[in-house]
């Protein structure tokens, strides 16, 4: 058998004809090749032949103007043993058609998709920025001023990396079985092909308001495709079956129960159409049970870089003193730390303190990966002296003359991101030669209460908080 292809887009179509592309080349279920050559009776769950020969308890009688003629039954089975068959039969060709299936439905999961789709913003910030802020060989006069004390905490961090990744990898597994679950929901729920009725059966419905049955869970193929009812194929034809109650034309004896065959439903391949549905939706559902599993998920995943899918979609993230955040207007920034510290004005010598805080850049999604923009904002305004508006987020931050000392070049844009903020860094806490940034002369001239910031050097020297001074910036 040829391997089964899905398109894009399969998955509705098996849900609107009801049957999963490839699934009419396998081995036809037994019942309907019998059905061929003598007439075959499914009641109560299993399925008998007429034959030929002695009657003996069970048989099928039919009555014309002239005579009646019986024939005996012989049990084929019941519905569960030949339905067996037929899955033994196809065991392969169905294992592939699975196979297949499941493929293309990983494709559609949104956690799996994060692994063959394009990457978003915070993937590329994660993949192309974020090496540059961990290659443990930057030493700015920032590191040597704080004294960050970070090589006794670099085993207990690597620690909790690993622990976190861990989770994310629990929780995108848990995401995806979600996924998988509601998926094989649907299939268990999805409706057969409505049957037609007759043309008395229509009469008959407008009098008694007649109204759909809905079909019992059957453990079979056959039982689920029959829907619980007991039926009859004859000469291509599907008829139903019924207790008998008065005259008749056509009878079922078994065990000393008599059946009538009653009213034409259609063409027996419309019952042969119905069961290849349920296979193909047992086919469906033991593909994503075991091809998605949650075990396979989570092997799915541990082959990939956990964190890089951990990243899609997110709208902030805090490493270690460097991360990125997103505005109101949607817009990513890739972002740094700066630390506490204080001012000592040369206007009026008093101290001005500046809370911790983080630097931006916003980044865009570009053919070379990120484009970024040359301005740099302040995400939580701390009242710094280069900030002239009174923004309390995102404010932009005035570069001055460093503006045009900040790198443009660099192996790539990710690297040139990583050095215009550190460089903005070493601005914001070192750049206080020019006069009129000093705190003293930004309250004045931009209408800052510079009071808010003022701290007397005691608090300062018992929080151990860096203190700059301009004057010893000049020598």
């Not at 990457?119 to 192309?128: A, C, G, N, S, V």
């Not at 802020?133 to 207990?156: C, F, M, P, S």
């Not at 268990?188 to 308001?209: G, H, V, Y």
């Not at 740099?376 to 005035?398: D, L, Q, T, W």
């Amino acid at each position: 058998m040829a391997k089964t292809k899905f398109r894009e887009g399969d998955e509705v179509v098996i849900v609107r004809s009801g049957v999963l592309p490839g699934i009419e080349a396998l081995p036809r279920h037994p019942i309907f090749e019998i059905a061929e050559r003598t007439p075959v009776f499914l009641i109560n769950g299993k399925a008998y032949s007429a034959g030929e020969g002695e009657v003996n308890g069970q048989y099928f009688e039919q009555k014309s103007v002239l005579k009646s003629m019986r024939q005996p039954l012989a049990e084929l089975g019941d519905f569960a043993s030949l339905d067996a068959l037929v899955l033994d039969r196809a065991s392969n060709d169905m294992e592939r058609i699975g196979e297949s299936y499941a493929k293309e439905i990983r494709k559609e999961l949104t956690v799996l998709k994060r692994i063959d789709g394009d990457l978003d913003i915070p993937q590329l910030i994660y993949k192309l920025v974020f090496p540059y802020l961990q290659d443990g060989e930057y030493q700015d006069k920032v590191a040597a001023l704080i004294d960050a004390k970070r090589h006794g905490t670099n085993i207990r961090k690597a620690q909790e990396a690993k622990i976190a990744i861990t989770k994310e990898l629990e929780e995108l597994t848990a995401e995806a079985l979600v996924e998988v679950n509601d998926r094989i929901n649907q299939i268990e729920s999805e409706a057969q092909i409505p049957q037609e009725r007759t043309k008395r059966q229509k009469r008959i419905d407008l009098l008694f308001d007649y109204q759909e049955i809905q079909p019992a869970q059957q453990d079979s193929l056959i039982g689920a495709a029959t829907r619980g009812e007991n039926l009859a194929l004859m000469k291509g034809k599907l008829y139903d079956i019924t207790s008998l109650d008065g005259g008749y034309k056509a009878k079922i004896s078994i065990d000393g129960i008599e059946f009538e065959l009653a009213d034409e439903k259609g063409k027996s391949e419309s019952l042969e159409d119905r069961l290849l549905v349920e296979l193909g939706k047992k086919i469906r559902i033991d593909a994503l049970r075991k091809h998605i599993s949650r075990d396979k998920i989570l092997d799915i995943l541990r082959t990939q870089d956990a964190e890089l899918l951990a990243m899609a979609g997110r709208k902030s993230y805090q490493g270690d003193g460097f991360g990125f955040v997103q505005d109101g207007g949607g817009n990513y920034y890739v972002c740094i730390d700066i630390p506490t510290f204080a001012i000592q004005s040369e206007i009026d010598g008093n101290y001005y303190l500046y809370d911790k805080t983080s630097i931006g850049i916003r980044v865009e999604k570009s053919r070379k990966g990120l484009s970024y923009d040359n301005r740099i904002s302040m995400i939580k305004n701390n009242g710094h002296p280069y900030v002239h508006c009174k923004n309390e987020r995102f404010a932009e931050i005035c570069q001055g003359n460093a503006a045009w000392k900040m790198p443009t070049s660099g192996k790539d844009n990710g690297e040139v991101i990583v050095q215009r903020l550190r460089k903005m860094k070493e601005v914001l806490m070192f750049g206080y030669t020019w006069h009129i940034f000093d705190p003293v002369y930004e309250g004045e001239h931009w209408g800052k209460d510079i009071s808010k910031y003022r701290i007397d050097l005691s608090e300062l020297q018992r929080r151990r908080i860096p203190i700059i001074s301009k004057e010893n910036l000049r020598k």
